[in-house]
Each structure stands twice: as C-alpha cells, then as structure tokens.
C-alpha cells in the first residue's frame, strides 16, 4: 500500500514520503501526517528474532513507501553501524523493578541519534527522486539534543548546509560545548537570547515565509528541517517501540501479545508520538505516560484538555523538556479529529496562547518536580548502582507518581533519553549534595568514578576543543541571520 501525506491544517496536496521529507513542514504551516495509518504486515512473533536494522526495515518501508528496498536499507546500514558503541543499538536495562530502555548509545549520547543518524540518508535519496538541484538547508531549533545529533548527522553532508539556533541560557555546559565545537564546513550554529520556543517559532515562521523562499530559491537553496515537526525524524523513532517490545519479550518480562506501558520524558512531544504511531500500526500498548518536568504545559492538557502556555517558563535541570510549545502535539490532535478542529487550535494557540481539546485516549499527563527528579536518581543510585540523566529521572518519578495514583501493575518502559554523563553536574548533585559547585566539566571525571562507568567517548576531553561557532543573536534576529548566512 502506497501511503501519501497530508498537512494537519487541511492542505489538499498530497504528497509522498520523500517529498514530505524534503519539504520538512506544509505549505500552509501544518505538519506532515500519513493519510492512513499503516499496519504491520508482518506477525508480531517475529520481531524477537529480528535485529535493529531488519525491524527498521519492517517498520519503515510501511511508512516511507516510496522508497525502493534497495534506497531504504541503504539508509538504514549507512545510519545504524559501528557509530553506536552497543551491537543493540537501543538496549533495554533493568535496575531493580524498572526497565529502561537507553536510547543513548549513539555519537552524541542522546536519542536524538536514533533519528538523525538515519535522517540524513534518507534526505540526501529523497533529493535525489525528487530531482531537487539546489542546495538544502537544515534549519534546526534546539532545546539541547537534536542540534548536536543534528549537527554531527549532516556535517560535511553533500548538498547541504545546517543552521542550528539554541537558547544561550538554556542548556547544559557539556550540550553546548559539543554544539560550538563542532567541525564541518557545512555547519552553522548560534545561540539566541531567548528560549526553546522563542528559537522554535522562528524557525517556524521562516519555513512559512514564501517571500524568503522564493529569495533563497533563486539563490540555490530550499529549506528543510531536521526537527521532529519532519516526518523523516519522526518515523525512524518509530521502530524503538517495536524493538523495547521484543526485548521484554526475549527477557521474560511479558509474554508475547500482552499489552505493556511507555513512560517517556517530554517536551516537543515527538518521541512519545512515536509510541502513539507504534500502538496504532499493531504494538499492544496500554498506556503511554507522558513525563513533563516543572514545565508542566502537557500534564494540565491530558489531565484538563486545556493547553495554556500563558505561564512562566522555568528554567529546569531537565533543559531538554523546558518547552511549552509542544509542536508535534498538533499531530495528535488531527489524528483525534480532523484538520479543521487541528488548525483552530493553532490559530488560538499563536493568538491566545490557550485552547481546547477533547483528551479522552490513551495517554496520561504526570510530571515530576526538580526535587523530585533529584530524589529519583539519589534513590535508584543508591538502591540498584544504576545512574539516570535528568530527563530519564523526571519519567521515572513520574512513573511513579503514576503507580501511587492508579495501582496499574501494567509492565512498563521507561525511555531513557541520555546519558547521564550530559549533565553530570546535576546528577552527581542529586547523588551527593557535596558536589552542587562542582565545575561541570570535572564533574564528568568524578561521576565516572562515583558510578564505576567511562566517561563515553564523544565527550570525553570535550572542555579542551577548539570554540568554533561564537554567534549569539536576539530572537528576533533568527531570520535575518539566516539571510546573511546564505548570500
């Protein structure tokens, strides 16, 4: 079955997958979605016996149909290789009752990874069908973790240039080196004076400015994204699920066909969306948990159906999910109801700040406090020896904010985001209160021997690389930055 994509805000052209892909967001601002859903066309037995890159092929060539077997599992060899430091790419660890499943494996410690590995691939073929000539530019908005992924994926990348704005103010010490120091001639980034959705709605906004298109199209270039409001970040999370499922299996957690839980940190609401696409094409899914931090915009909206972003926005020890524009909400909501309902909400969204929305489904809003983060990995650490990131720490207290509430012995996956040694200023705080002043990059030494785990190898010596990316703007500077960039 061949699938087509359509905007969430009622674009009535369709397109395919690659095109989808090239465009990052639609026409009229709304994001891409299937115009079905797809199923898998494969029994759910047989996962267990497949590895990584065989289930990412099953999964994908449901979604990315006009990709040739051949295109699609180029893509997928190129991206999940000896770049990850574990043969199973995404493995899923148990500390006490808790499983996890370490999404962190890959050349920037994140998950971000698992997409952007495999994303620049499947642009550079999708240009290629689409018989695009000018030069692509990545405009990529950070809250930490996908402008390094993104960064390291397209560097040096062929016909390509990226630009990555991130808040100055708004990221771990460890997440914005690895971004100024980045290599490759193709890379651009910048710090703005502003947070993650000040950075977001720019960019945003820059997509959608045809006057600015048209410009830098007789220049040679088009925009795309390597954010999650692209469908080609969003699909590859996709396959994850489907393999967390299959090691519960394979180590006895639950027996093949019984319905689990996913307990996922969000902020931009991507990852977890994946879960909800997963549980749509066959993944017995019960519930899955949506983990917000002291920005709890998500939380209120599952738990009242009114999503207000007229609030503080609180700078957290979770910076990744310091976020109250979720975009890939809007995905959810026209999966809900339809375009129309998707794009007034929008539309009252970018002039209240606020709307409404009928939430009666699968997911379900907790949140976890800073203290009550620090206190899930003071805990864990001291139970079990296992040692959680910030973000993996928020899932995790909120997980169990949720079993107090509900008494639901549902087995669960809690989706560890990245490795702790990100911010290891924060967790070894949270371990010991001696350490609170601790410079946060000695602090990678001395949690590798509190935890008896290496310091992993993208980051180790990070403090003495060479500066390379300097830019810090205003926020409303994002797109004649962009302009002066590409004269």
Known sequence: MNIMFKSTRGDKNYVTASQAIVKG???????????????????????????????????????????????????????????????????????GENNFLELFHGK??????????????????????????????????????TGKAALEGFADVEGTQI????????????????????????????????????AQTAVKKTFTDNE??????????????????NIGRLAPQIVYYFYA???????????????INFTVPTGNFGNILAGYYAMNMGLPVNRL?????????????????????NREFIVTVSPSMDILISSNLERLLYHLSDSSKTSEAMNELSKDGRYEFNMDNEFIGEYATIDETFKAIHDLFKETGYVMDTHTAVAKAAYDKYIAETGDNTP????????????????????????????PFKALETLSEVSKTPIPAPIKGIDKREVLHRSVIDKDAIEEFVKNKLK
């Open 25 to 95: 967001i639609a026409e009229d601002g709304g994001l891409y979605v299937p115009e079905t859903m797809p199923k898998m066309d494969f029994p759910l037995e047989k996962i267990t016996d497949m590895g990584y890159r065989k289930l990412a092929y099953e999964v994908l060539k449901l979604v990315l149909t006009d990709y040739t077997e051949e295109e699609l599992k180029h893509c997928i060899n190129s991206a999940y290789d000896k770049k990850f430091d574990t043969e199973l790419i995404a493995p899923l660890v148990s500390a």
């Open 108 to 145: 920037t410690i994140a998950f971000k990874d698992m997409a952007l590995s495999i994303l620049p691939y499947l642009l550079k073929t999708a240009a290629v069908k689409n018989g695009v000539k000018e030069e692509i530019v990545i405009l990529t908005a950070t809250s930490g973790d």
């Open 163 to 198: 630009i990555v704005f991130f808040p100055e103010d708004g990221v771990s010490a460890v997440q914005k080196a690895q971004m100024v120091t980045q290599q490759g001639n193709n890379t651009c980034v910048a710090g703005i004076r502003g947070n993650f959705d000040d």
């Open 212 to 229: 600015l298109k048209a410009e830098l199209k007789e220049k040679g270039y088009v925009f795309s994204s390597a954010n999650s409001i």
């Open 245 to 259: 499922y299959a090691q519960m299996v394979k180590a006895g957690r639950i027996t093949m066909g019984n319905k």
């Open 289 to 309: 948990i949506c983990a917000s931090n002291d920005n709890k915009v998500l939380y209120d909206f599952f738990r009242t159906g009114t999503y207000d972003i």
């Open 412 to 439: 669960n996956v809690i989706v560890s985001t990245a490795s702790p040694y990100k911010f290891a200023k924060d967790v070894l705080k949270a371990i010991d209160g001696k350490y609170d002043s601790i410079d």
